[in-house]
């Protein structure tokens, strides 16, 4: 494969190649007597999670010594955000609750960036890998989004009656899981329809794609969005977090996501507040 000149073909093969190796591990499980435990929050984990985790982080920490590692699984391999120190945020497993049932909708998202010197993270790289489909997406800061190598952009603007949408609930219960319920009944009857995917990842990677014009979700966690929302930008979309807009960069550490078109962003925003 030739690659866009724009990219950088060291961190693009790296990621290209670990992500291979993480979903062999998935793969190799599926279908099998699963390990399941639940977390704190009531969401899954699996051995599989844990396999896909290690082949991740032994593959980074031997490349990237000097790196910090922020994972789903296994937290942060550093407790200071050093403005300038390079920072993985992993989810080695998106979708646990789609793989554990034999729904093939699941992926593994890596991303690379750096801190601030407001201990934000600036995404520089990012991948999402659709274990299922075996189809690689990539953006770099600058370098614009691709999947297996071809140039991606979001979907054209268009009226938000002709909209195709993705969201999701994370793991709400009670009054939280009734008020997005009630944002997301109101959001539909605007757009032509929407779908819930249950892997955030993958969803922000198919609005890159232009499958979907936008997504929406409240309390992700930052290795939910690290790849996808640099994914999104780099494709020409537009991404903010799921608050009233207040004009602020967008923070992965933030309160989840809204992104997709920048026409079908803005009418999201304007429905859900």
Not at 46 to 67: C, H, M, N, W, Y
Not at 251 to 273: K, R, V
Request: charged share 20%; with cysteine.
């Amino acid at each position: 494969m030739v690659l866009d000149k724009r990219i950088s073909s060291e961190i693009y093969h790296f990621l290209s190649e670990t992500m291979v190796l993480a979903a062999k591990e998935l793969e190799s499980r599926r279908g099998s007597t699963l390990q399941i435990s639940l977390k704190p929050d009531t969401s899954l984990v699996t051995a599989a999670d844990l396999a896909s985790e290690k082949v991740i982080i032994d593959r980074i920490k031997r490349q990237f010594p000097g790196d910090d590692i922020y994972s789903e699984e296994a937290g942060r391999s550093s407790a200071a955000a050093r403005p300038g120190t390079f920072v993985w945020v992993i989810d080695p497993l998106d979708g646990t609750t789609n793989y554990a049932n034999g729904y093939p909708f699941y992926c593994i998202s890596i991303g690379r960036g750096r801190f601030r010197a407001d201990s934000s993270i600036e995404m520089l790289h990012g991948a999402v890998f659709d274990a299922p489909r075996q189809r690689f997406y990539y953006a770099g800061l600058g370098e614009g989004a691709y999947v297996d190598g071809r140039p991606i952009r979001v979907a054209a603007s268009r009226p938000f009656s002709q909209c195709f949408l993705v969201a999701g609930f994370y793991y709400m219960q009670g009054k939280s899981l009734q008020t997005e319920i009630e944002r997301f009944a109101k959001v539909s009857t605007h757009c032509q329809s929407i779908r819930r995917d249950g892997a955030a990842a993958l969803d922000l990677a198919m609005v890159a794609e232009g499958v979907y014009d936008a997504f929406w979700e409240a309390g992700l966690q930052p290795w939910d969005v690290a790849a996808g929302s640099l994914l999104v930008t780099e494709a020409g979309g537009a991404v903010g977090n799921y608050v009233p807009p207040d004009g602020r960069t967008y923070d992965i550490q933030g309160a989840g996501i809204i992104a997709g078109s920048p026409s079908a962003t803005q009418a999201i925003i304007q429905l859900l507040w």
